[in-house]
Nanobody
């Protein structure tokens, strides 16, 4: 079973920065990319960003493009999400997924989910 450990969430002021980390115990067989989703109170879970297994290609939701940067860590199956220029609307629980694919309905997490890490941005 793939285990994912997330960290880095917390409280930030608008315009500030946070860096999230996700470490998976192993690669989900057949997976193409890892990445992040988030779910705000009263909202549906939405795609945030993904990075391919090689770390050479990245994908972002329009809402975070230009502000967030996803990257592959030096350790295998480890990814980071650098969040800059944070906005109150970024407040959500952020979840890491070990296998993200793009399809007709958009990006979806097909792998294991992390427990989530809370990000709160104050104004």
């Amino acid at each position: 079973q793939v285990q994912l450990e997330e960290s880095g969430g917390g409280l930030a002021e608008a315009g500030g920065s946070l860096r999230l980390s996700c470490a998976a115990s192993e690669r989900t067989p057949g997976s193409y990319a890892m990445g992040w989703f988030r779910q705000a109170p009263g909202k549906e879970r939405e795609f945030v960003a993904a990075v391919t297994r090689s770390g050479r290609s990245t994908y972002y939701a329009d809402s975070v493009k230009g502000r967030f940067t996803i990257s592959k860590g030096s350790a295998e199956n480890t990814i980071y999400l650098q969040m800059n220029s944070l906005k109150p609307e970024d407040t959500a629980v952020y979840y890491c997924n070990s296998a993200i694919y793009g399809g007709a309905s958009g990006y979806e997490g097909r792998g294991s989910w992390g427990q989530g890490t809370q990000v709160t941005v104050s104004s």
